[in-house]
């Protein structure tokens, strides 16, 4: 059986790999898993069609037979549980990769996502320049954190995983910053990550919906 994700059509990074249904792209090809894409409107993610499958109107969801799932970090969690080569066998390490995976959404993502909505919708406000100073610090403390348990090694956690997966998805949000480029190290780990043929895969994939959606309007 395939699975079915649903993807943004006409995504506003255009193609750049940022939407989070590429976190889902990049588990399934990491696993060797086909999978289909559905791609929705602006419009119709708020439709009761998607809202079926995504009760909060957003993208990606997951369907594969009676199986609906949502939120990029729990349908790779469920990709990486039921296939091989995203988890460790042992048991500890298994366990500290799907914390990594949780450090990623719930400790790294935030003020990255916060410094790039100010950046959008807050620059006109007169705070907006202390806020964006304090949204930097807060991200450069992760960083920090992040390039301490690198340590010289490749990936945080033996061998790569979903928790590198996720962290280098969240990441990527900094490419265009002078985040990356103050952290060598992480920037290092980004490139590693971006390097995998699974990530071109999925990167490739998103890229070349973004294309056909882009043409058909």
Partial sequence: MIPTITAFANSLDQGAGLARDMRVRWALEEVGQPYNTRLVSWEAMKQPTHLASQPFGQIPSYEMGDLILFESGAIVLHVALHNPGLLPEEADARARAITWLFAALNTVEPPIFDMDMAQIIETEKPWYDERLALLKSRIRDRLRVLTAQLAGNDWLEGGFSAGDLMMIAVLRM??????????????????????????????DAQLADFKASSQAD
Avoid: C, D, M, N
């Fill in 174 to 203: 900094l490419h265009g910053t002078e985040l990356l480029a103050e952290f060598p190290a992480i920037a290092a780990y980004v490139a590693r990550g971006e390097a995998r043929p699974a990530f071109r895969r999925a990167f």
